[in-house]
């Protein structure tokens, strides 16, 4: 189905990227744990984390060697398994799974409606999109006993991008999930891995995945 599939060194197990779950060899059955991590600019990054260390690809940041696959017509190396029209094949999305339930957010979508409060699989979500970036993260909205609401905002002289919750007004850094101004500073919201595919192949793996619609 398109998907890499890696090996590890001591056992020799199988681990498709799309599951992070051994399908074959000694740990077939075996989850990896899955860590949330951020898509953003280099700019951005270093915002956050000025100390931050880089790989050293000699040079080879300067050009994207799939630039002309995601330009064209071609989906994966062996096609889409199956078709689902309610988005273009090769529409970005941002997927995320709860307990067994899958959901996608369409990035063009998100360029539009940047702050979705949501539900999945009964918990309150928050997706989030930085327009300047195209950076996106995913929270639970609950901090305690409280489930917020969020919508974006700016505060004069801080670089990076901020959300405000409509219950208590605490300001929170889009980015990290951590309050940093108001009643709930110091809070720091769960993180929820977020999955960045084409649409054909989230589909793929999930035919019976939701679609956020506005």
Known sequence: MNDLVMYDHQTDSLWPQFFGEAIDGPLKGKK??????????????????????????????????????????????????????????????????LDSMAKAYSVESLKSQPVVNDVLAGEEVLVIFDPTSEASVAYHRRAGEKVLNFALT?????????????ETGTKWSVFTGQAVEGPLRGTVLERIPIHYSFWFAWTDFYPSTELYSG
């Open 154 to 166: 700016e505060t004069e002289g801080v670089p990076q991008p901020l959300m405000i919750d409509r």
């Open 32 to 97: 990896l744990e899955v860590v949330a991590v951020l898509q953003t600019t280099w700019q951005e990054w270093l915002g956050l984390y000025p100390d931050t260390l880089v790989l050293d690809k000699r040079g080879r940041y300067s050009s994207d060697s799939y630039s002309g696959y995601y330009r064209g017509g071609s989906k994966g190396v062996l096609g889409e398994s199956r078709s689902d029209d309610r988005l273009d094949a090769k529409d970005v999305v941002l997927g995320m799974r």
